[in-house]
């Protein structure tokens, strides 16, 4: 599975932005998805999962309320709404996939290349 991020850019604290994933190579519709983020000197975090089937979702704390991950498993692609964005969000941006029960285990065997937010105060 090869991953490709889109969406990231600069944008002004409490703007909004909008990732997406598009993944090629097979299918992914029975993949685990999510979201990672790297900060300047800081290490590697989880920000939101979503499961192959797009009925469970889960978050950071640090982005609970304000960003949402959602799939479209015809378009094998998953998306990251982040709202209400904050200086502190900014970050790579990475996308994942694994299987099986990667959403549980955090364990997510595919990574992208990784996409730059930038958030200005």
């Known amino acids: 599975v090869q991953l490709q991020a889109f969406g990231g850019g600069l944008v002004q604290a409490g703007g909004s932005l909008r990732l997406s994933c598009a993944a090629s190579?097979?299918?992914?519709?029975?993949?685990?998805m999510g979201w990672f983020r790297q900060a300047p000197g800081k290490e590697r975090e989880f920000v939101a999962a979503?499961?192959?089937?797009?009925?469970?979702?889960k978050y950071a704390d640090s982005v609970k309320g304000r960003f949402t991950i959602s799939r479209d498993n015809a378009k094998n692609t998953v998306y990251l709404q982040m709202n209400s964005l904050k200086p502190e969000d900014t970050a790579v941006y990475y996308c994942?996939?694994?299987?099986?029960?990667?959403?549980?285990?955090?364990?997510?065997?595919?990574w992208g290349q990784g996409t730059l937010v930038t958030v200005s105060s």
């Open positions: 994942v996939a694994g299987r099986p029960n990667a959403y549980y285990t955090g364990s997510y065997g595919y």
């Open positions: 190579g097979r299918t992914t519709n029975s993949y685990d």
């Open positions: 979503i499961n192959w089937s797009g009925g469970s979702r």
